[in-house]
């Protein structure tokens, strides 16, 4: 079984940075794509960012594109989210999500595994 901790979330004025980190334990998250969720309160959670197992492919959301970047550290188990120019819009719960293949898209079903989540507030 795979545990996934993610961390680096909190509260950030409108136009900051945050680096979330996802640090896998357990089995090794050798060979699957990870992914990045978000889910704000009243909303469906929604598709972020996604990396390939090789860190060659990524996939964004339009609304984080050019503002967002996944990366991978194979050697650490470690998926990060560094996310730039903040908005309030992008407050939400944020979650580090396991492909079930070696590239995975945005589709919620091509994931079977998630952490607890990190709280990332934007404050105007």
């Known amino acids: 079984q795979v545990q996934l901790v993610e961390s680096g979330g909190g509260l950030v004025q409108a136009g900051g940075s945050l680096r979330l980190s996802c640090a896998a334990s357990?089995?090794?998250?050798?060979?699957?794509?990870m992914g990045w969720f978000r889910q704000a309160p009243g909303k469906e959670r929604e598709f972020v960012a996604a990396i390939s197992w090789s860190g060659g492919v990524t996939y964004y959301a339009d609304s984080v594109k050019g503002r967002f970047t996944i990366s991978r550290d194979n050697a650490k188990n470690t998926v990060y989210l560094q996310m730039n120019s903040l908005k309030p819009e992008d407050t939400a719960v944020y979650f580090c999500?396991?492909?079930?293949?070696?590239?995975?898209?945005?589709?919620?079903?091509?994931?079977?595994?998630w952490g607890q989540g990190t709280q990332v507030t934007v404050s105007s």
């Open positions: 357990g089995r090794t998250f050798s060979g699957r794509a």
């Open positions: 999500e396991g492909g079930r293949n070696a590239i995975q898209g945005a589709s919620p079903s091509g994931y079977d595994y």
